[in-house]
């Protein structure tokens, strides 16, 4: 026993424990040259912020847009044909999307217009696409996100386009038939997860407060769920989790950064009735975009209210082999039933067959609006 005890004495006043000392040396070892490889990264960071600032200048002195879609997409894409992992590609887009974002805050800092308060689906579609470093310009309608940018009281506003579940966002086509000078400039892919929250329990529900389309999207959900509950539409998802923190027995049907946001439980998650469920939003501003070579053009166009009219408007992309991505319906307002209809398409304005196609179109239109050329998204918020 003495010996033992001898010899556990020796080994300590070695520096030698065994095993764990070993680890927590090796551990500290690793953890040093992630110290000096992150004092290099931020050095670079910082050098690449200096040239941003210097193509600031550039952009001042030519009159250039600060937010160039095209150019952004051009720098993710080199980096991503780099990329050997083990990062994924969302990560790095997500790493680039916030050193991009503060890079053009040194430019200037851009103002976005987007419907709702802190984290309604619209904000986190904005700063999906801009990145944190924005001046947020909250409304209360989408009319209103396009007035402000309009009026140039924003640089650019995000408004919703199409949802996977419930279709064309109406009061989006309404406004581009009023306002049609407003360009889209880029398109964002967001899939929404909607969740219910309240700071009671799920039997004390007694109203649920959400934006009609995230209602429309957990309608079956809900009905099995909370079927003791009323449904309330209120303007965006953020209102809803605003009045859920305040109201006895309400619930709301919103973001999970909302409930961070507002104090509120998370009672259940991903209550959306489709696990593919996407909205696809639309940046619009005044600016044209340049070619990418992956890109999508948007229309819109009225043509005469008699057979075949469509048909032979629509026959044209299949002649000149462009992919039709997406095509909706929309009153015209007029005293006649008449219909404009909106579509996207690969390819940008600027490709041969697409300029072919879009001359073409307009011979047989009584009206035509092209809305932009942008570059193609994915989908993003899995």
């Not at 809803?240 to 507002?262: D, K, M, N």
Request: aromatic content about 6%.
């Amino acid at each position: 026993m003495l010996r033992c005890n001898f010899e556990v004495l020796t080994m300590a006043r070695k520096g030698d424990s065994g095993p764990a000392s070993r680890s927590a040396a090796s551990l500290d070892a690793l953890r040093s040259q992630i110290d000096k490889l992150d004092q290099g990264i931020l050095k670079l960071i910082n050098e690449r912020a200096h040239l941003a600032i210097q193509i600031g200048r550039v952009k001042n002195d030519q009159s250039s847009d600060i937010f160039a879609p095209a150019r952004e997409e051009e720098v993710i894409q080199n980096i991503l044909s780099g990329n050997r992992g083990p990062l994924d590609e969302a990560t790095v887009r997500a790493i680039y999307r916030e050193i991009m974002s503060g890079s053009r805050s040194l430019q200037r800092l851009i103002k976005i217009a987007y419907l709702g308060a802190e984290y309604s689906y619209s904000h986190l579609a904005a700063m999906e696409r801009f990145g944190q470093s924005f001046e947020s310009v909250r409304v209360g309608s989408i009319a209103a996100v396009f007035e402000e940018v309009n009026r140039r009281h924003a640089d650019f506003g995000v408004v919703p386009l199409e949802n996977s579940t419930d279709g064309r966002v109406a009061d989006t086509l309404e406004m581009f038939i009023r306002l049609p000078q407003i360009r889209i400039c880029s398109e964002i892919r967001l899939r929404i997860h909607h969740h219910l929250m309240a700071n009671c329990d799920q039997p004390e529900i007694r109203r649920v407060y959400s934006k009609g389309n995230a209602l429309g999207q957990c309608r079956n959900w809900l009905a099995k769920n909370v079927p003791h509950a009323t449904l309330h539409e209120v303007s965006s998802t953020a209102d809803a989790a605003r009045l859920a923190q305040t109201e006895p027995g309400a619930a709301a049907v919103a973001s999970r950064q909302a409930a961070v946001r507002y104090g509120l439980r998370v009672l259940f998650s991903n209550v959306e009735d489709s696990p593919y469920n996407e909205t696809r939003f639309a940046v619009i501003g005044s600016q044209e975009v340049a070619r990418t070579g992956n890109d999508k053009t948007a229309l819109m166009f009225k043509v005469a209210h008699q057979p075949g009219s469509l048909v032979d408007a629509l026959s044209l992309f299949k002649q000149n082999k462009i992919n039709l991505t997406w095509i909706e319906s929309f009153p015209a307002r007029t005293q006649k039933m008449e219909y404009i209809f909106f579509v996207d398409f690969e390819g940008h304005v600027e490709d041969t067959k697409v300029k072919k196609t879009v001359t073409a179109l307009q011979a047989q239109c009584e009206m035509l609006t092209v809305l932009g050329s942008f570059p193609i998204a994915p989908v993003s918020g899995d």
